[in-house]
């Protein structure tokens, strides 16, 4: 997802109300006018109309659809910044003009005023299909408040804007979030595709979630006035991840890999070496200065074979060629003693290693992540999170997290935010809910959300990868929450260099990590050139 957003530092995303008690702060508590954040929103959008038009809107023409609303009052805004640039601007309004008012009113009145063409609820085909030869077209409809199924003429409305996509090669701008999308959870009453989403003050939880994620275009967050300390003051615990403390660049010249931790992966049975190898990978390619692998006994020669600057060390093993509780003692002796531990991948579901993950999870007492099958074995137990004395991540993906909750994926999907948050808080682990929009969420209710990745890293392996990298970092001393949001950061940003150099259809789990030290000169180089520091400007 391309996101542009000025502000330095942190940035929260917001709720749709949490949106509305920032405007109401904004002008009580600061005394800015309402009508003058309407003015900077609309202008927002209208700069964005001209930056897609390639800088000059003169003779272009562009049909602005606008609500009733204020959305619909930043839409006669942009309208009027447009027509004053030389655009050819048409309105097509939708609502009762007789009930406008406020600041919405104010607009309307000035753009008839200036002679700005105003349609009045077209909703025929002849109307829209001349507005099909347009240059741009400003969705300005509806807003924030847009929620469920969409009374009349707006389903109309939508239906011809979803056309345009089809029939038109107008750029699509969307004021504040495309018409019909959920502010809140990202879901929508009907769909349409626009170029880009230019949103007000601080990103929308529903615009970095999907489905409609996959919708907004190019995101751009616009300063519209509202002061920093407001911006930042608020309830919201929702950020967008973009912030990464990393410092792999800054080795002294006299480290040692003792400097840089060692880690213990813990993962591996018959058939699923391959997850050992890929989370051993991601250990290494994040800077761990020693990782060692524990592995079945009768899978050692084959991950001698596998991996050639990783270790690895044999353990007793169960019938089924798997970590059963005949290795645990070999397996606590190790992990234990070193920086970290990562647990599970490849771990299969014997009853045996289920028993055997169980019990190791509770006698932790380094930092641990737990992954795959080793979470199907807590689905069986969720007490021993809390049982267990060390900082534990877990990493599921959706299906891993329904098991946990014993729910449905659908049910996970639906909320993906607020799912990962409440686990947190309840079991007190940082959750990465991997994913599209990967979730990392802290007990204290402290949630983060990526930006970066790529439909080229749904292919087996790739979790794993982000094991090992989260394990990498935390076997380096960082804490949990630190560890977790670089690790995600950087392995989705992997996941993008390595479709850019193997293409989407084609890239493996093994093509991230082999990009992983490519994301993290990409970040070292942007941290150097920003003050203050931003990781990555999407």
């Known amino acids: 997802m391309r996101i542009t957003c000025c502000a330095p530092g942190p940035v929260k995303v917001v709720t749709a109300e949490q949106m509305r008690e920032l405007d109401r702060r904004a002008t009580e508590e600061f005394g800015i006018p309402s009508l003058l954040l309407m003015e900077n929103a609309g202008r927002a959008v209208s700069e964005c109309v001209v930056e897609l038009l390639d800088g000059d809107v003169r003779r272009k023409s562009v049909l602005v659809v606008a609500g009733p609303g204020n959305n619909g009052g930043d839409g006669f805004v942009a309208a ?14 939708y609502g009762d003009r007789a009930s406008a008012k406020g600041d919405a009113l104010t607009n309307i009145e000035i753009a008839e005023k200036m002679g700005i063409k105003i349609e009045h609820n077209r909703l025929d085909r002849e109307f829209w299909s001349r507005g099909y030869l347009v240059d741009a077209v400003v969705d300005a409809l509806l807003g924030t408040g847009a929620k469920g199924r969409l009374r009349p003429p707006f389903a109309e409305v939508i239906g011809y ?39 007000f003050a601080l990103p929308k939880v529903g615009l970095l979630s999907y489905p409609a994620a996959a919708l907004i275009g190019k995101l751009i967050v616009a300063d519209i006035g509202i002061p920093r300390k407001a911006l930042h003051d608020n309830d919201s615990r929702t950020f967008l991840l973009r912030d990464i403390c990393w410092e792999a660049s800054q080795r002294k010249q006299d480290s040692h890999k003792g400097d840089f931790g060692h880690v213990a992966i813990v993962a591996g049975s018959v ?10 990978m991601g250990a290494l390619r994040i800077g761990t200065g020693l990782v060692t692998c524990l592995v079945p006994e009768s899978l050692n020669d084959i991950m001698e074979v596998k991996l050639t600057e990783a270790m690895t060390i044999p353990v007793h093993q169960g019938n089924a060629r798997a970590f059963g509780l005949a290795s645990l003692d070999k397996v606590l002796e190790y992990a234990n003693k070193w920086d970290a531990a990562v647990i599970g991948p490849g771990f299969g579901r014997d009853e045996d290693t289920i028993e055997f993950a169980l019990e190791l999870i509770k006698r932790l007492e380094k930092p641990a992540i ?15 999170l809390k049982k267990c004395k060390a900082q534990l991540v877990i990493t599921p993906h959706p299906g891993e997290m329904a098991t946990l909750l ?23 682990v940082t959750v990465v809910l991997k994913g599209a929009g990967t979730v990392i969420a802290e007990p204290d209710g402290t949630a983060y959300i990526n930006t970066t990745g790529s439909p080229g890293m749904a292919t087996g392996g790739t979790g794993d990868v982000l094991s090992g990298m989260i394990g990498g970092l935390l076997a380096q001393r960082n804490e949990p929450e630190a560890a977790a949001k670089a690790a995600v950061y950087l392995h989705g940003l992997a996941g993008e260099i390595a479709a850019k150099r193997q293409g989407e259809a084609s890239m493996i789990a093994s093509d991230v990590a082999d990009s992983i030290g490519a994301a993290i000169q990409e970040v070292c180089n ?8 931003l990781a990555h400007e999407r």
């Not at 879901?187 to 949103?199: E, G, L, M, Y």
């Not at 391959?274 to 989370?279: E, F, I, P, R």
């Open 271 to 280: 058939g699923m070496t391959g997850a050992a190898t890929l989370a051993a």
């Open 80 to 93: 009027r910044y447009l027509h004053n640039a030389g655009a050819e601007v048409t309105v097509a309004f």
């Open 370 to 384: 737990i992954d795959a099958d080793a979470l199907y074995a807590v689905s069986r137990d969720l007490s021993v």
């Open 526 to 533: 942007l941290l150097q050139r920003s003050d203050p520091p």
């Open 406 to 428: 014993g729910t449905t994926v659908e049910e996970v999907q639906s909320n993906r935010l607020e799912v990962a948050r409440s686990f947190a808080k309840q079991h007190g």
């Open 161 to 199: 804007l979803d056309d345009f996509e089809m029939v038109s090669k107008a750029k699509m701008i969307a004021a504040d979030l495309p018409s019909g999308v959920n502010a809140d959870d990202g879901s929508f009453a009907k769909p349409f595709r626009v170029d880009a989403t230019v949103t």
